[in-house]
Structure formats: structure tokens, C-alpha cells
């Protein structure tokens, strides 16, 4: 197949016109400007590279474990991901029995090596991603501590090998050592506002993987829809999901989801967000929220989780037990933020339970004491809990908070500051809220982010554990998520892995990250483009 | 021939099983004030979009089902089984209507049930059907509908309101609580608002696959929307492939092979877009805006000069050089030849002079013509031998809104687009009163996006509110949604553009009081989702779903 294709390139195009833009193509491929290890995204930590090519052909390519290497042949996420990779890596390549190729081609082998069999483990905040990768001629090799950094160092790899303009492949010589900046690197998605099908879900982590993301924050329900099917309270998705046949997700569904996102090394975080934003809760489990009261009756509608019943507490950790064995990640998240307290206000019983409790007329004592609880409930089932900034707002007893995810506006790097200050760790969201499209098209916004460049010790510079894009669903669904969320998550996904120092410059970053946009279009992510242009392969869907 | 039948009706009823179970889960204990945040209310008018002129709609309800249901032509049409347009538009809705179920079976042996309507008898009243025409601007969009059982009949002067009027019975046509499609008793009379209702994309900033040219001629037929733009060349990239001047592509476009419009595209693009009763006008954009042009064709840009000397970059086409008319003759009697629609926009727009101003040929040029400094003298200059050459060709133009601003004499039939934001009332006054027809883009820019339901800014705009006479008010021929192509390409112009330009088709169609943002944001919301069903990427108004989701991925 390959070789037809260079037959047809030759007869159509090179040969016959002289082209001014072919030329510059194949100035930088001299330069080396474009296939080099900067055509990386995001960038490696470390790297040297020369102008040393060397040919690949698919058919003489091999993947192969090191000999000192703990996992060998049948490592499940080392295996899958030779196959997602050996067509990620030579794009056009179809079968390998079509054409016999010529023999001269000499074998190419990448050879993996990791120190750790994890192979059968879940990805965690404690896995180290770092990696070596060293590419000379005929061979290649990565070396990780775990398999987790084995993965991220394919993608590396797929990255760097190229494509001239007759279709052969090729890769220069290259050193990387790599590793993250950030430990936590995360995609929201929200599943509760629009449904979102499975299958989006996965091309999601396909991508996340392109950009070394490894957190999927699954903000899974809130107000408008429950779409979690619950093994222990099923009346919640049939009566709280949009539509409770076609709008839900299985046991099965999340169980594949995980699974894809653990061969990717990306971690699943699910969020089940209270006390607000449980409206679609209340459909299917009565008593759970509290009755709105007016004129001293119900109203008939309903606030947040009824916070002075002891039911409450019992559904919640029936709730968390399930959610805690379906989800293997260490972390929750408890949600906590934006909770109306209007409708406990005018709920007596609400207020004789404040009495009772000595809050006076400061509910969000009442809240600090509801969030207290589930962070309990969850910590004695072994989970670190997450919860957003509100919580750490009114908490007083800060000591039982873990991780705290700042997402307002304003000055959020002074919120880190104070979060941090407290000995807590902080994941950083406010600067990615990527469904707010802004009147500028500007991804450099997403990029120009410093994170720590707060005053404070080396200690709480540590405390901030990552940041995450957050793609809320008011306006997003599966029409147009893909296109919103790259390839501007990709921007602040280098700012999640690599040197800040070595990624300062936008107008660096552009070439590349257009680059990039390319590559993901190449892999049939619909990645939106970044300004005018073209890419060789263009998107050919709808 | 029967046992096939037994399985059919099996299979059916089957399928009726599932339905209602559902059906009941998802209605029994569902608090209704709830229901009211999360879920559009029905509107009266059900999910019609564009809103018809008239319409009545009964509580009485008839059933459709595949198998008896037929669009045919009525006995007394003008138009018959040699009318492909209508026949393709016949196949398509019903395709539409029962997501493309076939017919299982003749339809003899499966009784019409009594409240059943079997037929939709598509009458074309005046003896020129226009089968084989192109739609146009003076074109009869007009119909009337009656649904009644058993036939319904749709009655329109030409095929382009038939066309229309299947789009509007097809928007008729609902499921039951059952899933069984049907229909109320109802009467449409409609017609335009105005007559020019368009949809500009633009081809080189990035090049737009033919597939998705094509999926959005099809979405702007669900939007009763007329008029395709085609910006299909500009600074950027050259795609559009000529026959006389095939450099021009070779070397303009971004690629040569890849990325380019051969004729064989265009021609698909026009007779799908004819199919759908849409017009097709082209639009290339001089003097300005060519950057892409100067590749392929030396000297047809002019030289900029730093100090005395040539800088090596190029600016607007050179006007002052013979050369460039020639060009520009034997360019436009090809695409006047290409294009079959009676309109060719050209342009005109975003002139910088700077690069004229530095050229020591124009500034001698501008002294022997006497126009001084006057740099928009020489545009007019060259604009007016233009509009000379391309009325040679028998085509009329739509120019952008500046060449009227710069003073530039325009024959009386020109139709000055109007883009600019700003003042924007003021500057359709202007041109009104100078006796042009007139398209109003300036308020529906789609390129630019915000947070929230921007849609609704779009639908507010009401065109005719400059201060004016009935007669300038005439001149207002309808509008564009323009969706600029700087960050906008395949992967994501189909959700970008819908439902956003769904909101620009109302206001162009229905009546001026059609104004009830909150009946419309009911309407809308299930026709995004009809949109979706139709394999549509159209994206979400606000939190909330769609029976079926979208699944292209």
C-alpha cells in the first residue's frame, strides 16, 4: 500500500510543478524546524535531537519488552497499547499482509522496559509517569518505572515519527527524559445538563491520552439528570435520568469507561455532587430533599439534601459504599459548592434543627456540618475526598478537608494561596473553563497560566497537586464537545506537564500546537482549528 | 407474500411493546413543575420552524404509517413522474418522516384504518411547474397545505413552494405515546417574508470539504433558507478550480489536488442546492481580499514599494494595468458560465490603500486621471470597469456595503450588502434612500460566539428598523447569517452554525410579530432536535435532551 502511494504522489504531484509551498515544506524539514522533538506536544521536560533521521517501514517494526524489563508479554496495558499505537504511529498503513515490501528494509524494533509490573493495577496519584526514551538507528528504547510511564512514552514516541511528502516514515535521533509537572492532570465532563453517549466518553480519552491528560472528572449528575444507574437505588436513573432507557449509564457502561481510561493510564473521578444541585435526585428517592416551605406550607418544590434527617445520612452511605467499590480511584468527588439555602431558610424543621444544633441563623455552619459528614462517611470507606472551594469557605473544621478544586473567577491564585496556606491541597480550575467560548477565539488564554506564581513557601507550592479543563454541559453535548474541547484543552495540558520555563511563549507554542491540531485531526479527533490554515488530512466528517 | 407480512406485523407489534414501556416509566411519577425547568413546554404550534404565515392547527389527529402513506402528485398538477426535483424531495421526506423504513409489503393488503391519512397530494398549480429551472430571486415561494384525512394536499404555484410545504408537513408529523407517527388536522397558507434568506461560508480562510457544503445546503432546506453564498475565495486560499486560468488553484489554493473545487464539485453543489430550491451565488471578492489570486496570475496584484524600490509584497489587484481587465473578462464569462444563478457578488469590501499609495505606476496613474489623493476614486474607478465587464455577462451584482460608503458610482440595479456593525440602521437608511436593494448581514455575524443562548440577540434583530419610507423599506430584499471561516472549518461549522442560523431564518420568513421569545425557544429546542434525528450535529440550546442523540461520531 505504501508503495502505491508514492507512485501516485509522483505522477500527480511533486514532479509536474514546481511548488513554491512544497519547497518551504521541505526547507523546514531541513531545517528541522517542524519533525523534530518539538513537534512533541506537550513538551518533554528534557531532550536533545539531530538532524539524524531514519526510515521506518511498518512492516519491519517491532515492539518488544526489555529483557530486564518486570512486565513481559501479556501485560495487558503494554499489549493494547501496541496495537493502539502501531496505527497511531504509521497512519496509513493498512494490513501487513497486502504488499510484499523490499527486503533491504532493515527491522526497527522499539524496546520497552519498566520496572514495576503494574500491568494489572489502576492508575493513582502516587504512579510515576516519568520516562526515558532514547532513539538511535534500527532501535528504540523506553524505559519507565511503571507502565503508566510506559504509555506516556509511546505517545512520545508516535509523536515524533513523521510522514515526508512521499508518505514514508521517518524518526531522528533522539534523547528524551521526561516526567510531569503536575501529578494531577484533568478533564470535567459533565454527563447530567446533556447526556453524553458512551462512545463520546471514549473518543474523550482518546484524546486525553494524546495530551497526557490522566484524570476523567466525571461529574456525573447534578440538577437536571441522573444518568448513574445505581445498583443499590435504581428508582434514581428511572426516574431521575432524562429518559431512563436511553439516557442512562449501566454498571456495564461505567465499568467500560473505566477500564478504557485505565489501559490509557488516565484515572476515573467521579463526582456526586450535594447538598445542591441534587434536584434530579429527589425524582427518585423521596424525603431526600428538603420541602421548600411558603406562606408556612410546602410549596411543593424542593431544595438541597435535607440536611436534619438521620435517613439522609443512611441513603448516603449506602450511596458511597456503592459508588466506592464501582469506582477503584482513591478519590471522590464530594461536590459541595453553590448550595441555595433559601429553601433550608423556610423549612421549619430545618430551622428547629439549627436551633437545636446551636447554628443560630448561620446556615452555612448547617452546611460545613452536612459536608463534614459525607466527607466522614467517605473517608471510613478509604477514599480522599475532593470538594470545591465553597466548602473550604465555610468549613471551619478545615482539618478533616483533603483536596480542594478552586474553579472561581477573580483572583484565584489568591485562593490557592489561602487553601494552600491551610495545608491543603489544591487542584487549580478557575483559568479552564472551557465552555465559556469568551468573544475571542484566544487558546493563548488557556496557556499564558502560571499556577504557582503566588507568594508562598516551597511547601505549599507542593500542595497544588494539578489543575483541570472543565467542560460544563449547559451548551455542550455530543453535537459539539469534541471541536469546544480541542485543541484548546491541549493548551493547558502543557502547561500541566511540561516546564513552565521552556513553555512560556505563545508564539512558540503556536506552530506547534497547530501542529498538533493536525496530528489529533490525523487520528479523527474533530480538534477545532486555532486560526486560518489548512492540514494535510482535513476533517471529513459532518 | 403473507408470511412476510406476519413477521412484519410481529415485529410491529413488538415494537409497540417496547414503546409504551417506556413511555410508561418516564411519565408516571414525574413531577410536572419540575418537568416545566427541564423541558421545553409544547408549543401551540408544535415544532414548526420557520414559523408559516398562517397556520391552524385542530385537536383532531390522524395516524401515518409507513406502509400506506404516499406522497404522490395530484391528478390535476402540473408537474408529473418526470419532475426528478420533486420526485428526490418526495423520497427524501418520507425517509425523513419514517426514518427510513421501507415499505414491507403492498400496501392492498394492510387496510387504511379509518383516521388514517395515505396520501399527500403534491399540486402544482401554475402550468410552468419549474422543474428544470433554477430558483431565483423573483422565484414563487408560496403554498398551502391541508391536512385532512385521508389525503392531505399540498398546493403551491412552482416546486419551490412544494418543497417548502413538504418541509413544513414533514415538521408536522409527530410520535404518539405510543411512537406511532401522527398528524393534526391542519391549514397552512405561507409565503416569505423576503424574498433573499441566505447563508454565507467561507471556502479559503479554510477549505470546506464538499460533504459538509452539502450537509449544510441540506440543514438550510429544514430552515427554509434560499440563498448559498458561496465566499469561495479570498486572501488565504484559491480552491475554486477555473478552466481558463487552472494556476490560479494550482498555485492559490492550499493544495492542489486536495483542496480545491473542480468543476465537477461545483456542478454537485449547484444542482443539490437546486434540488432544495437553493440559489447558489458566488461571491468573488476584488480588489481587495486576492491575496491568494497573485499566485497564479503575475501581475494581476500590484507591487507594493518600500522607499523606490519593489518590497516583493503585493496589495489589492492592480488597476491601472489593462492586463487586469482582460483577466477579469475572461475570468467572469467563466464563472458566469459556471454559475447559473442570475447574481454574482463581488465583493468590494476592506480595501487597504497603503500598497497603492506606495506604487510610484498608481500614484502617476492617479495624477493623469486628476484623482488627486483620492485613492477611493481609483477603487470606483476599477470597481466601475468590473461592473461593465461582468454586465457584459448579463449577471447582476451584489457588492459589500463600502463601495456604496466610498462613494463609488453603482448602476442602479447594484444590491449593496450591508455588513458593518456599527450604525447599522443608519447605513440601510442611507443606501435605501439611494434607491438600492438591500441584504442586512451586520447583525448575524455567527462567526462571533459568546456564552449563553446568543441565539435569542439573533432572533430579536428585526431588518426593517431604520427610519424610511414603505418604498425603502421595499428595497430590503432579506439577509445573511455569515459564518467567517478564520476559526471555523469541518470539524466544527455544522454545530456552530446550527441552530444559531436557525434563529436568522425565522425572523427572514415568518410574519414581523413573530416575536415570542419563549413560544420560540419551544419550537426551536424540538426542531434542534429533528435536526439531530436528521443526522444534524446541530448544537444544544440550554440543558435538556433529545430523544435520539446524536451518534455521528
Not at chain 1, 503494574?118 to 510515576?128: F, I, R
Not at chain 1, 431521575?240 to 467500560?256: C, E, K, L, N
Not at chain 2, 413544513?168 to 434568506?197: C, M, W
Not at chain 2, 413560544?519 to 435538556?544: K, Q, T, W
Request: aromatic share 14%.
Amino acid at each position: 500500500m505504501a508503495d502505491m502511494e508514492v507512485i501516485d504522489m509522483a505522477s500527480s504531484g511533486r514532479y509536474t510543478r514546481p511548488n513554491f509551498n512544497l519547497l518551504l515544506l521541505i526547507v523546514h524539514q531541513l531545517g528541522l524546524k517542524l519533525y523534530t522533538v518539538e513537534g512533541v506536544w506537550p513538551l518533554p521536560q528534557s531532550f536533545t535531537s539531530s538532524a539524524e533521521r531514519y526510515s521506518l517501514n511498518p512492516q519491519a517494526f517491532h515492539f518488544g519488552y526489555g529483557g530486564q524489563s518486570a512486565a513481559q508479554q501479556g501485560c495487558s496495558v503494554l499489549d493494547a497499547a501496541f496495537k493502539r499505537y502501531v496505527s497511531l504511529i504509521f497512519p496509513d498503513y493498512i494490513s501487513a499482509s497486502v504488499v510484499p515490501r523490499f527486503n533491504e528494509d532493515k527491522p526497527f524494533t522499539l524496546r520497552i522496559s519498566v520496572d514495576r509490573d503494574d500491568c494489572n493495577s489502576y492508575p493513582n496519584e502516587d504512579s510515576s509517569e516519568r520516562y526515558n526514551l532514547s532513539v538511535s538507528a534500527r532501535r528504540a528504547s523506553l524505559h519507565a518505572e511503571t507502565v503508566w510511564g510506559a504509555v506516556r512514552g509511546l505517545e512520545t514516541f508516535s509523536q515524533l515519527v513523521y510522514q515526508d511528502d512521499f508518505g514514508s516514515y521517518f524518526v531522528n535521533k533522539t534523547e528524551i527524559e521526561d516526567f510531569p509537572r503536575f501529578q494531577f492532570r484533568g478533564i470535567l465532563l459533565d454527563t447530567s445538563r446533556h447526556y453524553l453517549p458512551v462512545q463520546a466518553i471514549l473518543k474523550t480519552l482518546d484524546a486525553m491520552a494524546y495530551s497526557k491528560f490522566n484524570v476523567f472528572h466525571w461529574h456525573i449528575v447534578d440538577d437536571p439528570s441522573f444518568p448513574y444507574q445505581s445498583r443499590t437505588f435504581p428508582d434514581l436513573s428511572s426516574k431521575g435520568a432524562f429518559h431512563p432507557m436511553t439516557h442512562i449509564y449501566t454498571q456495564s457502561d461505567v465499568r467500560r469507561v473505566i477500564s478504557y481510561a485505565r489501559l490509557r493510564g488516565i484515572r476515573v473521578l467521579p463526582e456526586f455532587d450535594s447538598p445542591g444541585h441534587t434536584k434530579s435526585w429527589g425524582k427518585g428517592q423521596s424525603n431526600l430533599l428538603t420541602p421548600c416551605y411558603k406562606w408556612g406550607t410546602p410549596s411543593g418544590t424542593f431544595g438541597p439534601v435535607n440536611p436534619a434527617l438521620p435517613s439522609t445520612y443512611q441513603f448516603m452511605e449506602r450511596l458511597f459504599k456503592e459508588v466506592s467499590s464501582v469506582f477503584p480511584d482513591s478519590y471522590i468527588h464530594l461536590g459541595g459548592d453553590e448550595v441555595d439555602v433559601s429553601c433550608w431558610r423556610s423549612n421549619p424543621y430545618v430551622r428547629a434543627f439549627m436551633e437545636k444544633m446551636g447554628f443560630g441563623e448561620d446556615f452555612t455552619k448547617l452546611e460545613a456540618f452536612y459536608m463534614e459528614k459525607i466527607v466522614n462517611i467517605t473517608s471510613a470507606l478509604n477514599k480522599i475526598s475532593i470538594v470545591w472551594q465553597d466548602v473550604f469557605e465555610y468549613h471551619e473544621q478545615r482539618s478533616s478537608l483533603s483536596v480542594v478544586e478552586v474553579w472561581r473567577e477573580g483572583c484565584y491564585l489568591c485562593e490557592v494561596h489561602r487553601v494552600t496556606k491551610a495545608g491543603l491541597r489544591v487542584i487549580l480550575a478557575s483559568p479552564w473553563y472551557l465552555d465559556q467560548p469568551g468573544p475571542t477565539h484566544n487558546w493563548a488564554r488557556f496557556y499564558t497560566v502560571w499556577p504557582l506564581a503566588f507568594k508562598g513557601t516551597e511547601e505549599q507550592k507542593k500542595l497544588v497537586i494539578g489543575g483541570e479543563v472543565c467542560m460544563w454541559g449547559e451548551y455542550v453535548d455530543a453535537t459539539n464537545l469534541t471541536p469546544r474541547l480541542w485543541p484548546k484543552a491541549s493548551a493547558a495540558a502543557e502547561r500541566l506537564w511540561s516546564d513552565e520555563k521552556q513553555t512560556a511563549s505563545v508564539d512558540e507554542a503556536f506552530p506547534r500546537l497547530q501542529d498538533f491540531r493536525c496530528k489529533l485531526l490525523r487520528r479523527g479527533i474533530q480538534a477545532e482549528p486555532l486560526y486560518v490554515g489548512h492540514c494535510r488530512h482535513e476533517y471529513q466528517g459532518v | 407474500m403473507s408470511s412476510i407480512n406476519m413477521t412484519a406485523s410481529l415485529k410491529f407489534a413488538a415494537l409497540l411493546l417496547v414503546f409504551s414501556a417506556c413511555r410508561g416509566f418516564q411519565y408516571n411519577d414525574v413531577d410536572i413543575d419540575e418537568e416545566a425547568e427541564l423541558v421545553a413546554q409544547p408549543s401551540k404550534y408544535g415544532s414548526l420552524w420557520p414559523l408559516p404565515q398562517k397556520v391552524q392547527i385542530s385537536e383532531v389527529s390522524f395516524k401515518l404509517t409507513s406502509i400506506t402513506f404516499k406522497i404522490v402528485d395530484a391528478k390535476a398538477s402540473s408537474a408529473g413522474p418526470s419532475c426528478g426535483l420533486l420526485q428526490d424531495a418526495y423520497r427524501r421526506y418520507y425517509e425523513y418522516m419514517f426514518g427510513g423504513a421501507k415499505r414491507q409489503g403492498p400496501s392492498k393488503s394492510r387496510r387504511a384504518g379509518p383516521s388514517e391519512v395515505t396520501e399527500l397530494q403534491v399540486w402544482i398549480t401554475s402550468p410552468d411547474a419549474e422543474c428544470d429551472g433554477y430558483p431565483g430571486l423573483t422565484s414563487d415561494e408560496s403554498y398551502e397545505l391541508s391536512v385532512d384525512q385521508p389525503y392531505a394536499v399540498l398546493k403551491a404555484p412552482k416546486v419551490w413552494g412544494a418543497l417548502h410545504g413538504l418541509e413544513t408537513f414533514s415538521q408536522l408529523v409527530y410520535e404518539d405515546e405510543y411512537g406511532a407517527k401522527s398528524i393534526n388536522s391542519t391549514t397552512v397558507s405561507d409565503f416569505p417574508r423576503f424574498a433573499h434568506r441566505g447563508i454565507l461560508l467561507d471556502s479559503s480562510r479554510h477549505f470546506l470539504p464538499i460533504k459538509v457544503i452539502l450537509a449544510n445546503l441540506e440543514t438550510m432546506a429544514m430552515n427554509k433558507f434560499n440563498v448559498f453564498h458561496w465566499h469561495i475565495v479570498d486572501d488565504p486560499s484559491f480552491p475554486y478550480l477555473s478552466r481558463t486560468f487552472p494556476q490560479l488553484s494550482q498555485q492559490g489554493a492550499y493544495h492542489p489536488y486536495t483542496h480545491v473545487y473542480t468543476p465537477a464539485d461545483v456542478k454537485m453543489v449547484i444542482e443539490f442546492a437546486r434540488l432544495r430550491g437553493i440559489r447558489v451565488i458566488p461571491e468573488f471578492d476584488t480588489p481587495g481580499h486576492t491575496q491568494s489570486w497573485g499566485k497564479g496570475q503575475a501581475d494581476l496584484l500590484t507591487p507594493c514599494y518600500s522607499g523606490s524600490t519593489p518590497s516583493g509584497t503585493f496589495g489589492p489587484v492592480n488597476p491601472i494595468l489593462n492586463t487586469t481587465y482582460d483577466f477579469m473578462k475572461q475570468f467572469f464569462k467563466e464563472i458566469s458560465a459556471v454559475f447559473p444563478d442570475a447574481y454574482v457578488h463581488l465583493g468590494g469590501d476592506e480595501v487597504d490603500f497603503t500598497c497603492w499609495k506606495s506604487n510610484p505606476d498608481i500614484q502617476r496613474f492617479m495624477e493623469q486621471h486628476g484623482f488627486e489623493q483620492d485613492y477611493s476614486k481609483l477603487e470606483s474607478f476599477y470597481i466601475q470597469r468590473l461592473l461593465d465587464i461582468v454586465t457584459a455577462t448579463k449577471k447582476g451584482y451584489v457588492i459589500w456595503q463600502e463601495v456604496f460608503d466610498n462613494g463609488v458610482k453603482l448602476k442602479s440595479d447594484t444590491v449593496v450588502h450591508v455588513w458593518i456593525g456599527s450604525e447599522t440602521n443608519e447605513e440601510m437608511r442611507k443606501v435605501t434612500a439611494a434607491g438600492y436593494t438591500t441584504i442586512l448581514s451586520a447583525p448575524w455575524y455567527l462567526d462571533y460566539i459568546s456564552y449563553a443562548q446568543d441565539w435569542q440577540k439573533y432572533y430579536k434583530v428585526e431588518p426593517l428598523n431604520f427610519d424610511g419610507t414603505e418604498e425603502q423599506k421595499k428595497l430590503v430584499i432579506g439577509g445573511e447569517a455569515c459564518l467567517w471561516g478564520e476559526y471555523v472549518d469541518a470539524t466544527n461549522l455544522t454545530p456552530r452554525l446550527w441552530p444559531r442560523a436557525s434563529a436568522v431564518a425565522e425572523r427572514l420568513w415568518s410574519a414581523k410579530d413573530v416575536t415570542d421569545i419563549s413560544d420560540a425557544y419551544n419550537r426551536l429546542s424540538m426542531h434542534r432536535c429533528r435536526m439531530v434525528e436528521r443526522g444534524i450535529p446541530a448544537e444544544p440550546l440550554f440543558s435538556s435532551y433529545c430523544p435520539r442523540e446524536y451518534k455521528g461520531f
